[in-house]
């Protein structure tokens, strides 16, 4: 079976089959975690957790919730469930502050990253007669190297430009034809700016496909993008506490939210607050449990993503995966101000539809949001703000390129201020 076919097999199982083969994986890791880990083993004896009595997600609550506070303590391998013998690689976990968080590959892992990638290069029909071009970093952030293991193992032609150098990259689009762009989710803006800049018109290029992920964007920042490359936009999740880029899921095709691979991953969303698992359909924070990851599969972890699931049941795709809708942002970029909690992918929404694509939210004593446009939009964005949202922010009319663009994540929020 090639790999493509076993991607499209693992796409296309059935509920039947999902919930079967979960439930498994479930019984498993949950004792190779205690058996395997040193740091589980004391976690659950801790929390009086029986690890027999685990069969079924429906017993998951029984399980303490980890958090990103325990990776960092562990540092380097202290979650590790293998010799370090079976360590093939490393890559990091965002943040910035304090000691890195860092999560191991064994080969298994590694193949599985792969092969997780390649069901979501099945579904957008992504083939070895792609030309891929890479733009996120390779290095210890988890982007370049997803991308390039799949695409690498399907014989596609790739390009693995890395990070940065705008002009190379619309360069190198054109030269060879590139057909798949991977890129954290901002960074298309850039591409198109640089690119009108050099005559240089994305939509006559052969690009069809634009992988996007890494951070929260809206379905309008989704139109300006499609707009400006004449090409499809699909959101690719991942987070490098559960192997990378595209390993927990990708984009329906009918776009109806996030397709979780769920035999390889249980998803559950929680009150941030209390911790307490919420209802169908209501928003909370993500928490995950790997299933397969053999290194440092993790339990019942706390994602800090914001989404809710939409549906269990067999989506119009064909899809019999659960649905979730696309993340709305982390836990940690909520504002609250005056007692009304948005995200900044909320005011994003507002502003794309008014034709903006730079803009940053200053929180402070009140909040500032500076954009790139006219002063005449000020007050057609404030009265939308203030209806859709319910706060009245300051806004500030800028001139084009008076904000800065970033090669990886776009910095959207700034606390000023803050104590740290
Ligand atoms: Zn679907």
């Known amino acids: 079976m090639s790999l493509i076919e076993a991607a499209k097999k693992g796409v296309h199982m059935t509920r039947k089959e999902i919930e079967e083969v979960r439930d498994r994986k479930l019984r498993a890791v949950v004792k190779y975690a205690f058996w395997k880990s040193p740091f589980y083993r004391r976690k659950f004896k801790e929390s009086g957790v ?39 690689r490393v890559q990091m976990s965002g943040g910035t502050t304090g000691q890195p968080v860092i999560i191991p590959y064994t080969r298994g892992d590694v193949e599985r990253w792969k092969e997780l990638m390649l069901r979501a290069f099945y579904i957008a029909g992504i083939t070895s007669k792609d030309v891929i071009q890479i733009t996120p970093a390779f290095g210890l952030w988890n982007g370049g190297f997803g991308f390039h293991f799949a695409a690498d193992a399907i014989d596609a032609f790739v390009i693995p430009l890395g990070a940065g150098n705008t002009r190379n990259q619309i360069k190198f689009m054109k030269d060879f034809g590139t057909t798949v762009l991977c890129a954290t989710a901002s960074y298309p803006l850039r591409i198109a700016e640089v690119a009108e800049e050099m005559g240089v018109d994305l939509r006559e290029l052969p690009i069809s496909k634009l992988l996007l992920g890494a951070e929260p964007w809206t379905e309008e920042m989704r139109k300006h993008i499609e707009e400006s490359f004449g090409a499809r936009a699909y959101d690719i999740p ?6 990378g880029v595209g390993t927990t899921g990708f984009e329906c095709r009918e776009r109806k939210g996030l397709h979780v691979w769920e035999d390889h991953y249980i998803v559950e969303v929680i009150d941030p607050e209390t911790g307490e698992v919420v209802d169908d ?60 909690k948005f995200y900044p992918a909320d005011v994003e929404a507002i502003l794309a539809s008014h034709g903006v694509k730079y803009y940053q939210i200053e929180v402070g ?29 300051k806004l500030v009319a800028l001139k084009p390129g008076s904000i800065e663009r970033s090669k990886g994540k776009a910095k959207r929020l700034v606390r000023v201020g803050d104590a740290a």
């Open 365 to 393: 004593n009140g909040i500032v949001v500076k954009f790139e446009g006219e002063e005449e939009l000020i007050s057609p964005i404030l009265k939308d703000i203030k209806e859709f949202l319910g706060f009245k922010p």
């Open 281 to 340: 359909g209501e928003e909370g924070e993500i928490v995950y449990t790997s299933l397969t990851r053999e290194a440092m599969p993790l339990i019942r972890y706390r994602s800090g993503e914001v989404s809710a699931v939409i549906s269990r049941e067999e989506c119009e795709c064909g899809i019999e995966h659960m649905t979730i809708k696309r993340i709305r942002g982390r836990t940690d970029d909520m504002v609250i101000y005056k007692g009304v």
């Open 50 to 88: 029986d690890v027999d009595k685990i069969k079924s997600v429906e017993d998951l609550q029984k399980l303490p919730l980890t958090v990103k506070q325990e990776l960092r303590e562990n540092y380097p391998l202290g979650m590790c469930c293998v010799s370090k013998d079976e360590i093939v």
């Open 238 to 243: 991942g987070l490098t506490e559960m192997g």
